[in-house]
């Protein structure tokens, strides 16, 4: 499995990122081709300089992740950030490894 974390450090307008967020970014993720699995949330009790929110997008694999954000969709997404993310985003890949 692959994951890609997205997170968003400064939200000046906590109620107007969950209203565009959810009302808008949400569906698009949604529409993500090989998205297996799709979670966000605020971070409880952010520590100076940590994020205040986190997705997670999980996918198969990379390639699986990588053809995702290549879409009409994928690229209608990432457009989408800077519709409410205003203040920049960052991301991560990460490929699971088992615990053993």
């Known amino acids: 499995m692959h994951d890609v974390f ?3 450090h ?3 307008d906590r109620d ?3 209203a565009h967020y959810e009302s808008t970014h949400v569906p698009l993720v949604h529409a993500l081709p090989e998205l297996a699995e799709f979670a966000w949330g605020f971070v409880s009790d952010p520590a100076e300089g940590d994020p205040l929110v986190v997705a997670r997008l ?5 390639e699986a992740a990588d053809r995702s954000f290549a879409s009409e969709a994928g690229a209608a997404s990432v457009a989408d950030v800077a519709n409410f993310a205003t203040e920049g985003v960052s991301i991560l890949h990460v ?3 088992a615990a053993e």
């Open 58 to 62: 999980s996918y198969a694999s990379r």
């Open 10 to 12: 400064s939200i000046p």
């Open 95 to 97: 490929t699971r490894r």
């Open 16 to 18: 107007a990122f969950i």
């Open 6 to 8: 997205v997170t968003y």
